[in-house]
Antibody, heavy 118, light 109 residues
């Protein structure tokens, strides 16, 4: 069974860079036709797709966040990562990582709450 | 970018009743690109339906999806206590951007 787990600081200061890592178990980031995604959900709000990375390193970002997002994949550690720069309070959210196959997000991590505050 | 509009925002129903949730796309999309998710408080979303009408692994058959073009529907035939949650539709494939609808909350009446 594929499992994903987000990790990273739960508190980030405004204007700094948010960094999260997703560790995959029960499967490999370096196999199959899977796309590795990040999605976020602000408190009490809906879901917002941030983007995805493929095992080759190719990426696709949400245009609304593209200028601040960087994703990477580390096949040796079976992980992929998210960096979001110049954060503000509006970036406070639960951040989820998820595996996509054929347009659908079939496996999700449990989510990591990141608060942007001084 | 495809915009998905879900209605109603909230559905108040009793256990055993039928729930009908709507998802309307801003332009015609392939049914192969439309999915539905369930999210309970404090949990990650769970894939229910893919390709507009196919149930994901382990999803009970009281959940069914249908639709084509711009109008898609999720039906829960008989609400069970564990079905009270927020439901999202999602599209990816018609444009480079993956989008979610705003969600429909199914609450106990």
């Amino acid at each position: 069974q594929v499992q994903l787990q987000e990790s990273g600081p739960g508190l980030v200061k405004p204007s700094e860079t948010l960094s999260l890592t997703c560790t995959v178990s029960g499967g490999s980031v370096n196999s199959g036709s899977y796309y590795w995604n990040w999605i976020r959900q602000s408190p009490g709000k809906g879901l917002e797709w941030i983007g995805y990375i493929y095992r080759s390193g190719s990426t696709n970002y949400n245009p609304s966040l593209k200028s601040r997002v960087t994703m990477s994949v580390d096949t040796s550690k079976n992980q992929f990562s998210l960096k979001l720069s110049s954060v503000t309070a509006a970036d406070t959210a639960v951040y989820y990582c998820a595996r996509m196959y054929s347009s659908f997000l079939e496996y999700w991590g449990q989510g990591a709450l990141v608060t942007v505050s001084t | 970018e495809i915009v998905l509009t879900q209605s109603p925002g909230t559905l108040s129903l009793s256990p055993g009743e039928r729930a009908t949730l709507s998802c309307r796309a801003s332009q015609s999309i392939s049914s192969s690109y439309l999915g539905w998710y369930q999210q309970k408080p404090g949990q990650a979303p769970r894939l229910l339906i893919y390709d507009a009408s196919s149930r994901a692994t382990g999803i009970p058959d009281r959940f069914s999806g249908s639709g084509s073009g711009t109008d898609f529907t999720l039906i829960i035939s008989r609400l069970e206590p564990e079905d009270y949650a927020v439901y999202y539709c999602q599209e990816y494939g018609s444009s480079p951007t993956l989008t979610f609808g705003g969600g429909t909350k199914v609450e106990i009446k």
